[in-house]
DNA sequence: CAAGTGACTAGTG
DNA sequence: CCACTAGCCACTT
């Protein structure tokens, strides 16, 4: 079991996710910049992981992608569940698994 | 307490 | 577009 260390930190990086409207994604770094840590992605990428198995979506992680527009998890870690929950949102992917951001960015 | 790890990224070539 | 790298940092061993 991992233990759920929620920093104040991990919180406002929550706090952000949330705000991603549905039908959008950000990406990581994207993330950690709002929240107000430039240049700390992986930070995001760690407090997104700890949220596993949580309470699903009271956190929108799903919305969360790598800034090449891919799904940052691999196929044994639920990178297909992810997939699965945008698509319902009406995003779409490409033949590679990839996701125009030009498109669906949750921008400006 | 040092070293390893990871849902990252921007820069180079 | 791909491969490799240095920089970042919380958390685990």
């Given at each position: 079991?991992?233990?759920?260390?929620?920093?104040?930190?991990?919180?406002?990086?929550?706090?952000?996710?949330?705000?991603?409207?549905?039908?959008?994604?950000?990406?990581?770094?994207?993330?950690?910049?709002?929240?107000?840590?430039?240049?700390?992605?992986?930070?995001?990428?760690?407090?997104?992981?700890?949220?596993?198995?949580?309470?699903?979506?009271?956190?929108?992680?799903?919305?969360?992608?790598?800034?090449?527009?891919e799904?940052?998890?691999?196929?044994?870690?639920?990178?297909?569940?992810?997939?699965?929950?945008?698509?319902?949102?009406?995003?779409?992917?490409?033949?590679?698994?990839?996701?125009?951001?030009?498109?669906?960015?949750w921008?400006?």
């Amino acid at each position: 079991m991992r233990a759920k260390t929620v920093s104040t930190t991990y919180r406002r990086i929550y706090r952000t996710v949330r705000r991603i409207p549905h039908g959008r994604v950000a990406t990581y770094g994207q993330i950690a910049r709002l929240a107000g840590f430039p240049n700390h992605a992986r930070l995001v990428g760690y407090a997104l992981h700890a949220l596993r198995g949580a309470d699903d979506l009271t956190v929108p992680w799903h919305r969360v992608i790598n800034a090449r527009g891919e799904i940052s998890l691999n196929e044994f870690s639920g990178a297909d569940l992810q997939r699965k929950l945008l698509r319902a949102e009406g995003i779409a992917f490409d033949r590679r698994h990839r996701i125009n951001l030009n498109r669906f960015l949750w921008d400006k």
